[in-house]
């Protein structure tokens, strides 16, 4: 089948459309025609080699982890899923390779939702980060209404969902990210915003929460995290998707901290559906772009100022 995949690690130009060979289908999964597939962050990384200490690769690998489209075939222990659902999938296995961008993919059906009606772009744009999303806030945070919770990186792909989620649980939410961003997260349900390139963040944020935040949730990592935490209350909680975060790093101030790596699981996708049908969550895309043009999608995350999901059109 048709796929964009790499051959060996290295940047975009790695990614290349190929011929590639179709798994067999595992008795408890299910195989999707793909119409669309979601890039990711964290695609980059496999690209780069990055995950190789946490994924065995199996090359040529295709990357992605995000699909949405319609079920072709369903595996003999498979229940609840038939030929010609419309679905969306978390694609994430136990290895490297067998990826989403993709004419076809296999996955567990334990990692799929059916979402008929959904555009496929807004489906495929789901998964990952609505996933990672929603168990930052609701299980690794277990976020209150009435709190007050600091989104750090809130106009990306998890900070979109992370910003409308957080809202929707009754919180007041207060969202770090560049000032071009404003508009569009405050459109998403932020209370308060904050240019993260102020020159006095802390201020800022101290001002905008009425004092400290009750929670964190990072989403970008790196050195200005203890700035950030800072500015959490004594008792708190910590989130982290990118810094590994034990849960005593700040145990002198009775902080609760947690890194989270997003699992897969279709009955969360089923719920996100659902608070998308319902009108409490929006996929908000930034760019659809063809299959075939994955390494100019992996070129503008690179970049950054990307303000939702890239989406992969595959049909």
């Known amino acids: 089948m048709r796929a964009v995949a790499i051959t060996s690690f290295g940047g975009p130009e790695r990614l290349r459309e190929m011929e590639v060979e ?15 597939a979601g890039v990711n962050p964290v695609d980059v990384k496999i690209r780069e080699g990055a995950q190789a200490d946490s994924f065995p690769y199996f090359f040529p690998a295709v990357l992605g982890w995000d699909a949405a489209g319609v079920i072709e075939e369903t ?3 498979v229940v609840g899923f038939e030929v010609g659902d419309e679905v969306l999938a978390y694609c994430r296995k136990d290895f490297v390779g067998q990826g989403a961008y993709a004419e076809r993919v296999a996955v567990p059906a334990r990692q799929v939702a ?16 609505g996933l990672t999303a929603y168990q930052s806030l609701t299980e690794a945070m277990e976020l209150a209404g009435g ?24 919180a007041r939410v207060v969202a770090v990210a560049g000032l071009e961003s404003e508009d569009f997260v405050r459109g998403l349900g932020a209370d308060e915003f904050i240019d993260y ?8 944020v101290t001002r ?16 200005q995290l203890e700035a950030f935490a800072a500015l959490v209350r004594d008792g708190g909680r910590i989130v982290s998707t990118l810094e590994p975060v034990g849960p005593h790093r700040w145990a002198e101030r009775s902080i609760r901290s947690r890194f989270l790596y997003v699992r897969p699981d279709g009955d969360q996708l089923a719920e996100l559906v659902g608070r998308r049908g319902r009108g409490e969550l929006q996929v908000r895309l930034s760019q659809v772009l063809p299959l075939g043009e994955a390494g100019r999608a992996h070129e503008l995350l690179e970049a950054g100022g990307v303000h ?5 059109r595959a049909g």
């Open 22 to 36: 179709e798994h067999p289908l595992t008795p408890d999964g299910v195989r999707i025609r793909v119409a669309a």
């Open 75 to 77: 595996g003999p222990a």
């Open 114 to 129: 059916h979402c008929a009606g959904m555009p496929a772009e807004e489906a495929a744009g789901l998964p990952l980060a």
């Open 147 to 170: 709190e007050t919770v600091l989104i750090r990186g809130a106009s990306g792909g998890v900070g979109s969902f992370a910003v409308q989620i957080a809202a929707s649980l009754g």
């Open 197 to 204: 390139r102020s020159g006095a963040v802390a201020g800022d």
């Open 208 to 223: 905008a929460a009425g004092g400290t935040v009750d929670a964190l949730l990072d989403l970008v990592g790196g050195e």
């Open 308 to 312: 939702g999901k890239l989406v992969l």
